[in-house]
């Protein structure tokens, strides 16, 4: 069961930094949506959404090593 949790916890954070990288592909690609005024921001939430998912991954990757301690010892 807590597999599954951590599977649709992972997921979502994917998918909107899926959806982000998808922004700024069409920005770039001049595929308009008309919720935002100008391109430029488009591509500026797409980078953020994309920047927030990566970030959220990581940072659930980093807190479960740790936590089974599995990660390298910090050298002073």
Do not use: W
């Amino acid at each position: 069961m807590s597999r599954t949790i951590a599977l649709l916890v992972l997921l979502i954070p994917g998918v909107i930094a899926a959806f982000g990288i998808k922004l700024m592909r069409d920005s770039l690609f001049a595929d308009f949506y008309p919720v935002f005024f100008h391109i430029g921001i488009q591509f500026f939430i797409g980078l953020v959404l994309f920047l927030a998912g990566i970030a959220f991954i990581g940072g659930f990757i980093v807190h479960r090593d740790r936590k089974k301690e599995t990660t390298a010892k910090k050298k002073n």
